[in-house]
């Protein structure tokens, strides 16, 4: 049976994971089993109970409660839900955004890539990718354009930022991830994929080349905002493949690339 329990006060500590604790507070590095991520709107805290995640504390619009909320409520069990009036509630950054529910809920220990690549083939590699809104964004095309798992490399931003998991609508607890270590290619050859790099080069594969959807097991490459994929990393895939542009248009958005990219390439038969 869930503790109903109101704020009135926007400085009730009881509100600090939703109002004050910074992403990397939350992710807490230091005490692992204390580590937490913010959850918004029901479909999204939905497929985050689906995949197993356990919630912490819920806060909503007290209208909520039997409304939009009550399923997730009763999903949630005996955790304290919070609730209070808009005026405190409109002090949280971005809350109204979040069709009126919000869910702290703990992080999972984090998978290797060799984990999440066991029975993977089709897979987006992310080199450091640092904006949430693209890592979300880029995990919503990797679950609908059939890849089987998202690896990132070290640098780049945490899927389970907020924003990430919003512009994501949950489809980051859906596709497996992790990040590589090290090696970062030559730990994708180490689990047997072959890699193509997303590139603006010129001598480059067409993206219908039939090689490209011959691979048994295929790693598509995808570099950072802005300078694109290391020029080092390029180098050690095993092809490069160029989007074809119109009208002066040299490039796309990551996420926009990364869409063309997944449809072409992806689990899409």
Not at 223 to 237: Q, V
Request: charged share 25%.
């Amino acid at each position: 049976m869930a503790r109903i329990l109101e704020i009135k006060d926007f400085s009730d500590t009881r509100l600090d994971a939703f109002a004050r604790l910074n992403e990397r507070q939350l992710l807490n590095r230091d005490k692992p089993e204390d580590c937490m991520f913010i959850a918004e709107s029901p479909k999204v805290i939905d497929r985050a109970l689906d995949a197993g995640y356990i919630p912490v504390t819920l806060l909503l619009e007290p209208a909520h409660i039997e409304g939009e909320a009550k399923g997730i409520i009763e999903r949630c069990g005996d955790i304290p839900v919070f609730t209070a009036p808009m005026n405190v509630l409109e002090q949280i950054t971005g809350y109204k955004l979040t069709r009126g529910v919000l869910c702290c809920m703990r992080r999972k220990p984090l998978r290797t890539a060799a984990e999440v690549c066991e029975n993977a083939t089709r897979v987006a590699v992310l080199e450091d990718v640092m904006n949430p809104t693209n890592v979300g964004a880029i995990f919503r095309c990797a679950a609908a354009l059939g890849m089987d798992a998202v690896l990132l490399t070290k640098a780049s931003s945490d899927p389970l930022y907020r924003r990430s998991i919003r512009v994501s609508m949950g489809t980051v607890f859906q596709v497996p991830w992790a990040f590589l270590g090290d090696g970062g290619i030559q730990e994708l050859r180490t689990l047997g994929f072959s890699t193509v790099a997303m590139a603006l080069e010129n001598d480059t594969l067409g993206i219908r080349d039939e090689r490209l959807r011959a691979e048994k097991k295929l790693a598509v490459v995808l570099g950072t905002e802005g300078e694109g994929i290391k020029r080092t990393t390029i180098e050690k895939c095993d092809y490069t493949v160029c989007i074809p542009m119109h009208n002066g248009v040299d490039s796309l958005n990551v996420a926009s690339a990364a869409a063309v990219a997944f449809f072409q390439l992806g689990n899409n038969d």
